[in-house]
T-cell receptor, first 112, second 119 residues
Framework: GEDVEQSLFLSVREGDSSVINCTYTDSSSTYLYWYKQEPGAGLQLLTYIFSNMDMKQDQRLTVLLNKKDKHLSLRIADTQTGDSAIYFCAETPISGNTPLVFGKGTRLSVIA | DAGVIQSPRHEVTEMGQEVTLRCKPISGHDYLFWYRQTMMRGLELLIYFNNNVPIDDSGMPEDRFSAKMPNASFSTLKIQPSEPRDSAVYFC?????????????????FGNGTRLTVT
């Protein structure tokens, strides 16, 4: 079955760049997603990338996709304390109409 | 739109008691999901519905757990009897998946969750 792996913790200093990594198993995934969970809240879609793209940039966020290695990363430039949250990677499974497969989430701590 | 609404936000109960969690999905969404989040296991999909019909309940941990969706605007997740290991944050999410053949999976919209503590 599909599986999504992420490291559990990341700590960075305010102003530095954060890079959160994810590996997935389903090579036929059409979309890959990053969700953000702030304390006491549900997950919110942060950004996504279509599988025929290598990179997507959205303001301070850069998503890189390496399909050969099944590796997805999220880079946050100029990380702020408000970026402290849990970041979840998710992939679409083979059947597009079945639920997303989520990783366990990476807890990002930003040190002032 | 108010988003996905869950109640209660917090629930503290004693072992053996029945617990009912409630969810109101976003109007027009035809998929509803129940997730459980713990530190140990992360985010687990328990069950999901399409047009009020349960599609996959293989994630429901035990027969003590049951979920219903009597109409398009309401769903419940019930635990009876509850146990301390059921303590977790339970999320409801909804989405409007595209028709077959479409290439984009619509994102999930999550509620703010119910934090359940069973003592």
């Amino acid at each position: 079955g599909e599986d999504v792996e992420q490291s559990l913790f990341l700590s960075v200093r305010e102003g530095d760049s954060s890079v959160i990594n994810c590996t997935y198993t389903d090579s036929s995934s059409t979309y890959l997603y990053w969700y953000k969970q702030e304390p006491g809240a549900g997950l919110q879609l942060l950004t996504y990338i279509f599988s025929n793209m290598d990179m997507k940039q959205d303001q301070r966020l850069t998503v890189l996709l390496n399909k050969k290695d099944k590796h997805l990363s999220l880079r946050i430039a100029d990380t702020q304390t408000g970026d402290s949250a849990i970041y979840f990677c998710a992939e679409t499974p083979i059947s597009g109409n079945t639920p997303l497969v989520f990783g366990k989430g990476t807890r990002l701590s930003v040190i002032a | 739109d108010a988003g996905v609404i869950q109640s209660p936000r917090h629930e503290v109960t004693e072992m053996g008691q029945e617990v009912t969690l409630r969810c109101k999905p976003i109007s027009g969404h035809d998929y509803l999901f129940w997730y459980r989040q713990t530190m140990m296991r992360g985010l687990e999909l328990l069950i999901y519905f399409n047009n009020n019909v349960p599609i996959d309940d293989s994630g429901m941990p035990e027969d003590r757990f049951s979920a219903k969706m009597p109409n398009a605007s309401f769903s419940t997740l019930k635990i009876q009897p509850s146990e301390p290991r059921d303590s977790a944050v339970y999320f409801c999410a909804s989405s409007s998946f595209p028709s077959a053949g479409s290439s984009y999976n619509s994102p999930l919209h999550f509620g703010n969750g119910t934090r359940l503590t069973v003592t």
